[in-house]
């Protein structure tokens, strides 16, 4: 299982290069766009055709050229395989058969994506493309809307009006939303802001609704624990020092959760010590 460049070509790690020049075939999501890749490489291992059509038929062939102890690598068109992308049907079916799986790891747009936009979590899920029929869509929203973390979504971008449009209906309007387009490429683009302000900034510009894109929304502010003791810990520090409203702001700043969920615990711990300031 090889990563490949999520856009940038010099972001393939020189262990993928040395794998992919050294095994008997490389399975491919789809050929015509890897063949780009590895001349880009100067490699011309032979290419086998795996794509979500015909991952099942391709898997049965991989096996059959393990089984004749020939070398096999794994691509998809960019990325790393099984996410989000076919790979998980051939991996189930080699480990069945006995044989050794290796993930080879690189760019990752999800991580790229977390990195760059600065909402500070200390847990995100990764939720890849929302249901396409708004219904659908927007009913899987709604059994996200109250988890704490980062929710991460990927999205095309003849959808990314629509999607959007979903999260803001069903999330509140004040959580922040980062949008990452077109990442490690020439007019990569990663920008945050309210959610009520996304759409807004979307019909700013016709290259806002371009490439592909890494949504990064906030999480609930009203999951904050109640046995978290990290926040706690920190107002308590902070509450000691600074009056209430500022100590508060700078835990936000910190924690990266909301003012409006840690107000409400400072002033129970504020309540519970008595001497902090006001």
Not at 114 to 137: D, T
Not at 195 to 212: F, T
Request: with cysteine; net charge negative.
């Amino acid at each position: 299982m090889v990563a490949t460049p999520i856009g940038n070509l010099r972001d393939i790690t020189l262990r993928a290069i040395d794998t992919l020049k050294s095994v008997d075939a490389i399975a491919a999501e789809d050929t015509r766009v890897s063949r780009k890749l590895l001349a880009h490489l100067g490699i011309q291992t032979n290419l086998i055709s795996a794509h979500e059509h015909n991952e099942r038929e391709a898997a049965q062939k991989l096996v059959t050229l393990l089984s004749q102890g020939k070398s096999v690598a794994l691509i998809s068109d960019a990325g790393t395989p099984a996410i989000s992308d076919p790979g998980a049907i051939v991996v189930a079916h080699v480990r069945a058969a006995g044989f050794r799986v290796v993930s080879i790891p690189g760019a990752s747009a999800i991580t790229t994506a977390i990195a760059a936009a600065g909402l500070q979590s200390e847990s995100f899920c990764f939720h890849g493309f929302l249901p396409v029929r708004k219904g659908e869509r927007e009913k899987m929203l709604a059994a996200l809307k109250a988890q704490p973390g980062l929710q991460v979504f990927y999205e095309a971008p003849h959808r990314i009006v629509e999607c959007i449009a979903s999260i803001v209906a069903v999330f509140e309007g004040d959580r922040r939303i980062g949008i990452a387009r077109e990442l490690t490429k020439l007019f990569e683009q990663v920008h945050v802001c309210r959610l009520d302000e996304a759409l807004a900034w979307l019909e700013q510009s016709e290259n806002h609704r371009r490439g592909e894109f890494v949504l990064l929304v906030e999480g609930c502010a009203d999951a904050v624990e109640q046995d978290d003791s990290g926040p706690q810990h920190v107002l308590e520090i902070l509450l000691q020092e600074l009056p209430l409203k500022q100590a508060v702001g700078l835990a936000a700043e910190i924690t990266g959760i909301k003012k409006n969920a840690l107000y409400e615990k400072a002033l129970k711990l504020k309540n519970e010590g008595g001497d902090e300031k006001k």
